[in-house]
């Protein structure tokens, strides 16, 4: 961060109206049906389209590819309001949005941003995003999916796991190998619709939480797209890959303050009815002392988010900012929902009450988008010149 620079924490009129509307659609559209997506693992894909009718997929996108244009700040408050009431939603929008429409607006032709933005923007289709693979995670440069140069233009096998709306994705960004021996600088990106004959996928079931999100294994079976499908150079992947989550972690950490502050909301709500020992259990300090943990890490993390939207905003790097914001924030989710059903007693452990959902979803934000633990390598990394990753 360049020294001397000055944040603005003030939000400007159109952020004002665009967080109150993003809240209101929250209250009135999320919350009521997220107890029973995430019981029944049902994707909802009428609420997916209600998202995108009220523009909140692609919202970074420019207006000409038919995106809001609006900034990262302003994307984050949408994607706290959608996080706060429902994770599973909040995963659509940081895949549609930060994983497929961004890179496709920063790597793609005009052609490529012609054919796909607008249908991304408008929901008439999904997007997903093929890095993870079954034997490939943390090491997101050992791609084992294999991309072949053909006089009409690769050929694709491999498999993908862990992909979220792989199963509803009408295009996916699938990153493959073209030369082991370059290692990561042989992998390319290629825009692959899926319904190309070769192209498969698969539901996982059994997840802790996230169960209104849909999650998927892909299988590419000698799947053949023209030249036209590959995203930027045959060599580029990696970079693409890595941008990608850039926009992904600021993402998952904005929907987690969304999290941290649905916790703080619940736990305060809660304890100022219950009564123990004749008196609401926010009178005793014990509980003040979990809410004011609470509300200390909402804060913090909501700051951290803001500055790596501002740096984003502003055009300097931030890939550290961003990294710090991600580990910070969802690792506050987790404590704060774990908090949360401790100030709600028995009745946190059921889902009458949403910290125990908070709990359960909170669990995949430090696991998917690089783990904690690299996170953490990424900021010791920027702190110390030494790379402790391999
Ligand atoms: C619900 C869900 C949705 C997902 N959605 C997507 C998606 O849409 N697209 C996609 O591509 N992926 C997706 N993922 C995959 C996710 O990004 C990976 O799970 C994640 O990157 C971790 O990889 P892994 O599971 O293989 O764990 P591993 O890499 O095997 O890690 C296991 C453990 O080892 C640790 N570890 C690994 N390497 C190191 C190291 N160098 N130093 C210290 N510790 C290390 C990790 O931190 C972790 O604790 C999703 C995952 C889930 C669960």
Same mark, same amino acid.
Not at 23 to 29: G, L, N, P, Q, V
Not at 113 to 133: D, N, R
Not at 164 to 173: F, Q, W
Not at 230 to 256: H, N, P, Q, T, Y
């Given at each position: 961060?360049?020294?001397?620079?000055?944040?603005?924490?003030?939000?400007?009129?159109?952020?004002? /109206?665009? =967080?109150?509307?993003?809240? +209101?659609?929250?209250?009135? @559209?999320?919350?009521?049906?997220?107890?029973?997506?995430?019981?029944?693992?049902?994707?909802?894909?009428?609420?997916?389209?209600?998202?995108?009718?009220?523009?909140?997929?692609?919202?970074?996108?420019?207006? @000409?590819?038919?995106?809001?244009?609006?900034?990262?700040?302003?994307?984050?408050?949408?994607?706290? &309001?959608?996080?706060?009431?429902?994770?599973?939603?909040? *995963?659509?929008?940081?895949?549609?949005?930060?994983?497929?429409?961004?890179?496709?607006?920063? $790597?793609?032709?005009? &052609?490529?941003?012609?054919? $796909?933005?607008?249908? /991304?923007? *408008?929901?008439?289709?999904?997007?997903?995003?093929?890095?993870?693979?079954?034997?490939?995670?943390?090491?997101?440069?050992?791609?084992?999916?294999?991309?072949?140069?053909?006089?009409?233009?690769?050929?694709? !096998?491999?498999?993908?796991? $862990?992909?979220?709306?792989?199963?509803?994705?009408?295009?996916?960004?699938?990153?493959?190998?073209?030369?082991?021996?370059?290692?990561?600088?042989?992998?390319?990106?290629?825009?692959?619709?899926?319904?190309?004959?070769?192209?498969?996928?698969?539901?996982?079931?059994?997840?802790?939480?996230?169960?209104?999100?849909?999650?998927?294994?892909?299988?590419?079976?000698?799947? @053949?797209?023209?030249?036209?499908?590959?995203?930027?150079?045959?060599?580029?992947?990696?970079?693409?890959?890595?941008?990608?989550?850039?926009?992904?972690?600021?993402?998952?950490?904005?929907?987690?303050?969304?999290?941290?502050?649905?916790?703080? !909301?619940?736990?305060?709500?809660?304890?100022?009815?219950?009564?123990?020992?004749?008196?609401?259990?926010?009178?005793?300090?014990?509980?003040?002392?979990?809410?004011?943990?609470?509300?200390?890490?909402?804060?913090?993390?909501?700051?951290?988010?803001?500055?790596?939207?501002?740096?984003?905003?502003?055009?300097?790097? !931030?890939?550290?900012?961003?990294?710090?914001?991600?580990?910070?924030?969802?690792?506050?989710?987790? @404590?704060?929902?774990?908090?949360?059903?401790?100030?709600?007693?028995?009745?946190?452990?059921?889902? +009458?009450?949403?910290?125990? =959902?908070?709990?359960?979803?909170?669990?995949?934000?430090?696991?998917?988008?690089?783990?904690?633990?690299?996170?953490?390598?990424?900021?010791?990394?920027?702190?110390?010149?030494?790379?402790?990753?391999?």
């Amino acid at each position: 961060m360049q020294n001397g620079a000055v944040i603005d924490f003030e939000l400007t009129d159109e952020q004002r /109206l665009i =967080r109150e509307t993003a809240r +209101d659609f929250a209250d009135k @559209e999320i919350f009521p049906r997220v107890r029973d997506n995430d019981r029944n693992e049902r994707f909802d894909t009428e609420l997916v389209s209600k998202l995108a009718d009220i523009g909140f997929l692609g919202a970074i996108v420019p207006e @000409e590819y038919g995106g809001r244009g609006v900034d990262y700040r302003t994307y984050g408050l949408i994607v706290e &309001e959608v996080g706060r009431a429902d994770s599973a939603m909040r *995963t659509v929008v940081s895949v549609q949005t930060s994983l497929v429409c961004s890179s496709i607006v920063r $790597w793609g032709n005009e &052609e490529q941003k012609q054919q $796909w933005l607008p249908k /991304l923007c *408008t929901g008439e289709a999904l997007g997903c995003f093929g890095l993870t693979e079954p034997g490939t995670g943390s090491d997101a440069a050992n791609q084992q999916t294999r991309a072949k140069k053909t006089d009409a233009g690769w050929v694709i !096998n491999g498999a993908k796991q $862990w992909i979220s709306m792989g199963n509803y994705a009408k295009v996916a960004l699938v990153f493959a190998q073209t030369d082991p021996e370059k290692q990561h600088r042989g992998i390319a990106c290629f825009l692959v619709p899926t319904d190309s004959d070769g192209f498969s996928s698969q539901a996982i079931h059994g997840k802790l939480g996230l169960k209104g999100s849909d999650t998927a294994e892909l299988f590419l079976d000698d799947v @053949e797209v023209p030249d036209s499908a590959l995203m930027a150079e045959v060599g580029d992947g990696f970079k693409i890959a890595m941008s990608a989550l850039d926009s992904g972690r600021f993402s998952v950490a904005s929907g987690c303050v969304g999290i941290c502050q649905g916790c703080v !909301n619940a736990s305060v709500e809660y304890s100022k009815e219950r009564k123990q020992f004749d008196r609401p259990i926010a009178s005793f300090q014990l509980v003040q002392d979990m809410i004011a943990r609470m509300v200390v890490k909402t804060e913090a993390a909501r700051l951290l988010c803001w500055r790596a939207a501002w740096l984003k905003d502003t055009g300097q790097p !931030n890939t550290t900012e961003t990294s710090i914001a991600k580990l910070y924030a969802t690792e506050a989710a987790v @404590e704060c929902a774990n908090l949360g059903v401790q100030v709600h007693g028995g009745s946190g452990y059921v889902d +009458d009450h949403p910290v125990e =959902r908070y709990l359960r979803d909170a669990r995949v934000t430090t696991l998917y988008e690089g783990t904690s633990q690299i996170q953490k390598l990424i900021i010791g990394r920027a702190a110390t010149g030494i790379n402790a990753m391999v």
